[in-house]
C-alpha cells in the first residue's frame, strides 16, 4: 500500500530559524512523483515543488530546498531562514500512479509556526 | 487569470438538508477533484473525474454525489446520508500526462457548517 507520513505535527520556530519538514513515504513502485504543498491560514494548497523518482538532485528555490533520498524514502523540506509569512500547514504527496487516476495520496500534514 | 472557483467561501446548512457546493475551472484541465479536509487530517479524497461524463468514487464517496457535463464544472453535492458533514472540501485540478505523476491545482475552498 501507498502512504505517506509526515511524522512531525506542529512545528514552532522563532523568526530566521532554519527548519525541516519531514516527509516520509512507501510505495512498490519504481517509478512515481512527490509533491510538496503550502496551506497557509486562507485554505488554499499552493503546490511547491513537484519531483520524479528518478531525480534524486536536490532543488533549491530561493529560501526554500528540497532533499530527496530514495535510500530512506523520504522527501524532506527546509526552508532557510524562517519568515512569519512561511507559518502553514505544509503536506507531502505522493502519486498514485498504478491506479492511473491521477489521485495523490498525502500526508498528514506538518503546521509550522513561525513566531516574530 | 487563470483558477479554480469554489462558492461559496462558508456555506452553513440544517441537518437533514442536501447542499451543492461550487467548483469551476478556466484552466482546460481534463481531470478534477473534491477533497475533504477535516482538523489534523490530510485530506480524503471524495470523488474525482478525468473526463467530461465521466466520475468514479475516492476512498469517501458515500453520502456524496457529482455529476460532470461540462469540462470546466465539477459540483458537489453533500446529501443528508453524509452523516458528518461538517468539514472543509476543496476542489482540484489537474492536466494529466499518461504515465505521470501531475500536480493538481486547487481552490480557495469551502467551509461546510451543518447544525
Known amino acids: 500500500a501507498q502512504k505517506v507520513t509526515q511524522a512531525q505535527t506542529e512545528i514552532s520556530v522563532v523568526e530566521k530559524e532554519d527548519v525541516t519538514l519531514d516527509c516520509v513515504y512507501e510505495?512498490?513502485?519504481?517509478?512515481?512523483?512527490l509533491f510538496w504543498y503550502k496551506q497557509p491560514p486562507s485554505g488554499e494548497l499552493v503546490f511547491l515543488i513537484r519531483?520524479?523518482?528518478?531525480?534524486?538532485q536536490n532543488e533549491i528555490s530561493g529560501r526554500y530546498s528540497w532533499n530527496f533520498q530514495k535510500s530512506t524514502s523520504s522527501f524532506n523540506f527546509t526552508i532557510t531562514a524562517s519568515q512569519v509569512v512561511d507559518s502553514a500547514v505544509y503536506f507531502c504527496?505522493?502519486?498514485?500512479?498504478?491506479?492511473?487516476?491521477?489521485?495523490?495520496?498525502f500526508g498528514q500534514g506538518t503546521t509550522l509556526q513561525v513566531k516574530p | 487569470d487563470g483558477g479554480i472557483t469554489q462558492s461559496p467561501k462558508y456555506l452553513f446548512r440544517k441537518e437533514g438538508q442536501n447542499v451543492t457546493l461550487s467548483c469551476e475551472q478556466n484552466?482546460?484541465?481534463?481531470?478534477m477533484y473534491w477533497y475533504r479536509q477535516d482538523p489534523g487530517q490530510g485530506l480524503r479524497l471524495i470523488y474525482y473525474?478525468?473526463?467530461?461524463?465521466?466520475?468514479q468514487k475516492g476512498d469517501i464517496a458515500e453520502g456524496y454525489s457529482v455529476s460532470r457535463e461540462k469540462k470546466e464544472s465539477f459540483p458537489l453535492t453533500v446529501t443528508s446520508a453524509q452523516k458528518n458533514p461538517t468539514a472543509f472540501y476543496l476542489c482540484?485540478?489537474?492536466?494529466?500526462?499518461?504515465?505521470?505523476?501531475?500536480?493538481?491545482?486547487f481552490g480557495p475552498g469551502t467551509r461546510l457548517t451543518v447544525t
Open positions: 482540484a485540478s489537474s492536466h494529466p500526462r499518461t504515465g505521470e505523476g501531475d500536480e493538481q491545482y
Open positions: 510505495t512498490r513502485d519504481t517509478t512515481y512523483y
Open positions: 519531483r520524479n523518482s528518478f531525480d534524486e
Open positions: 504527496a505522493l502519486s498514485d500512479l498504478p491506479s492511473n487516476t491521477g489521485k495523490l495520496i
Open positions: 484552466l482546460n484541465h481534463d481531470a
Open positions: 473525474s478525468q473526463i467530461v461524463n465521466d466520475f
